[in-house]
């Protein structure tokens, strides 16, 4: 935390805040935030979702939204009955952003604080990969109901996911559990393929002692609707991706539900 | 979360803090055993250096006397942030850590 910064408010009018978060790139962390966001929109939440990445920002290819000018749209942007925030709102996508850490999590502060989120019932937000000051601002300076891991099913991908959970529980953020996504894929013969292996996503969630929230399984429509404009959950809601996500946001509500994160007593000095 | 250590009540007191814990046990830890054990990353590097028999007290230091807290906040769900009397703040204190710094009394 700098000095100065703000201390850890609720958000004005949301209820839950959930972090959807990884240890590792490329996993899925924000297909997953995306349409975990819009399963719970579709059981009639009021949902918002917050791309937390500040480098390299999804939301706006996955919602079919650009750039647009701060002084004449504000924001949060609505597409698909979210409300939506991200870096890529402002940045030209093929322009860089080239920041140092402390303007990262300004940037992500700001998010937070500024935007008019509410009234919501949940708060989605997309981390990018790591455990660095994106996340570190977040643990610190927003109430956050829980994070849930995305992890893939190979080693490689474990051991990053491993280190977010520790951090999660580090500074004592609930882990809402791990969602193992790419587990497999169904071929034209009905056939499962478990092209990265099989059962990480569990033995990390057994190891670690946060419930395991499914399988997502692989499907190449997924990431067309992902870079379309229209995740698979929307375009698709009768396809097994979307079924497992639909399952996935029911768990996730009702763990929400029981699981808030304890505020700490202040000190009578 | 079920089965953590975390502080029900810090109340100041004398020279120090009294902590009553979750799992009933009660701590004191004085402030310069604190400030002693700041984790910010500039006091670790300063307690990893030699000693240095010349440093010269800053005036701010020399003002502010024996270590005391201004201010202590939450940080989060697992830490507090202590602001002390010479103007020093960037120690963030892990609820383990403070357990860890404390003495248990009856």
């Avoid at chain 1, 999660?168 to 969602?179: A, D, Y």
């Avoid at chain 1, 499914?214 to 429509?221: A, N, V």
């Avoid at chain 1, 995740?231 to 996500?245: H, T």
């Avoid at chain 2, 000693?51 to 807290?69: H, I, K, M, S, Y």
Wanted: charged share 20%; hydrophobic share 40%.
């Amino acid at each position: 935390m700098n000095p100065g910064q703000p201390p850890k408010q609720p958000i004005p009018g949301v209820k839950h805040v959930i972090a959807v978060a990884s240890g590792k790139g490329g996993v899925g962390k924000s297909t997953v935030a995306a349409n975990l966001a819009l399963a719970l929109r579709m059981t009639g939440q009021a949902v918002g979702l917050m791309d937390a990445d500040i480098y390299g920002p999804s939301v706006p290819i996955m919602f079919g939204l650009g750039t647009v000018d701060p002084q004449t749209t504000p924001f949060p942007l609505h597409k698909h009955g979210l409300r939506l925030m991200s870096m890529g709102f402002m940045v030209d996508p093929n322009q860089a952003v080239i920041w140092r850490g402390p303007k990262v999590a300004q940037a992500v502060q700001a998010f937070l604080n500024q935007i008019p989120w509410g009234p919501l019932d949940y708060l989605i937000i997309d981390l990018p990969p790591g455990t660095g000051d994106a996340q570190l601002t977040l643990s610190q300076s927003a109430p956050l109901t829980g994070a849930v891991i995305v992890t893939t099913p190979q080693d490689v991908s474990l051991i990053d996911a491993r280190k977010g959970v520790r951090m999660f529980q580090e500074v004592r953020v609930p882990v809402l559990g791990v969602i193992e996504n790419m587990s497999y894929f169904v071929g034209d013969d009905g056939k499962r393929y478990d092209i990265f292996g099989a059962g990480g996503g569990q033995k990390l969630a057994a190891e670690v002692g946060v419930p395991f929230l499914g399988e997502l399984p692989i499907d190449p429509r997924v990431a067309q609707c992902g870079d379309s404009g229209e995740p698979i959950v929307r375009k698709y809601p009768d396809s097994p991706v979307a079924q497992a996500y639909l399952a996935l946001a029911s768990t996730v509500m009702a763990t929400a539900g029981q699981s808030p994160g304890e505020a700490l007593p202040e000190v009578q000095l | 979360m079920p089965g953590v250590v975390r502080p029900v009540s810090l109340k100041r007191e004398g020279d120090g803090l009294k902590i009553e814990w979750n799992d009933g046990v009660t701590t004191f830890t004085t402030w310069r055993q604190l400030r002693a054990n700041c984790p910010c990353a500039s006091c670790i590097e300063d307690r990893a250096k030699p000693p240095d028999p010349f440093r010269v007290l800053t005036p701010q230091e020399v003002a502010a006397g024996a270590p005391e807290p201004v201010q202590m906040k939450p940080v989060g769900f697992y830490a507090y942030q202590i602001t002390w009397n010479d103007g020093h703040s960037t120690g963030i204190y892990p609820v383990d850590k403070l357990r860890q710094l404390s003495k248990e009394i009856q």
